[in-house]
């Protein structure tokens, strides 16, 4: 099955500094990569994603590459604030199961 | 995107019982999938749960032990079958997947086994 990780764990910037995020998915087959936030006792939500057949789509603030060659994608967030900490989550899926496999994921604290 | 509904949203129980947790969509959904979420960990699929037919489950999970049922394109529950400490986590349902619609999450239920 498919295998994603994620890197880093945790990731302490400071408050307007950029934070990158990095995954990378082992299954060749998977197309679609969705970022999840999920601010502590709450539901993980969308926050963005991204299909096989672009490289690169921007929201805002938050951008994801998409490197299918090598097998990974990332997370930019620019301009960071302090409602940005959060634990974010990268995942991959195919096209056949629309199954998530999702990342270990990673801490963001935002420093004020 | 849909609306999720799940319940009860925590629940502390006594080890050996079983809890059923629903979940509820205000709109008719094709996918519907149940989630665990380890204390500090990240989400493991659990099964897919499927209209009309028995539910798909991931490896390392079993029927037996995590029931399924989806009577309905609206409508999923999840039962945790004799439950142990080491099942104390938060479950989550989601929705959506096919064509171009992204999966949303229900609040998940907490559940805390003594």
């Known amino acids: 099955g498919e295998n994603v990780e994620q890197h880093p764990s945790t990731l302490s910037v400071q408050e307007g500094d950029s934070a990158v995020i990095k995954c990378t998915y082992s299954d060749s087959a998977s197309n679609y990569f969705p970022w999840y936030k999920q601010e502590l006792g709450k539901r993980p939500q969308l926050i963005i994603d991204i299909r096989s057949n672009v490289g690169e789509k921007k929201d805002q603030r938050i951008a994801v590459t998409l490197n299918k060659t090598a097998k990974h994608f990332s997370l930019h967030i620019t301009e960071t604030q302090p409602e940005d900490s959060a634990v974010y989550f990268c995942a991959a899926s195919g096209s056949n199961d629309y199954k998530l496999s999702f990342g270990a994921g990673t801490t963001v604290t935002v420093r004020a | 995107s849909a609306v999720i509904s799940q319940k009860p949203s925590r629940d502390i129980c006594q080890r050996g019982t079983s809890l059923t947790i629903q979940c509820q969509v205000d709109s008719q959904v094709t996918m519907m999938f149940w989630y665990r979420q380890q204390p500090g960990q990240s989400l493991t699929l659990i099964a897919t749960?499927?209209?009309?037919?028995?539910?798909?489950?991931e490896s390392g999970f079993v029927i037996d032990k995590f029931p399924i049922s989806r009577p309905n394109l609206t409508f999923s529950t999840l039962t945790v079958s004799n439950m142990s400490p080491e099942d104390s986590s938060i479950y989550l349902c989601?929705?959506?997947?096919?064509?171009?619609?992204?999966?949303?999450f229900g609040d998940g239920t907490r559940l805390s086994i003594l």
């Open positions: 749960a499927n209209q009309g037919s028995e539910a798909t489950y």
């Open positions: 989601s929705v959506g997947g096919t064509g171009n619609q992204p999966q949303h």
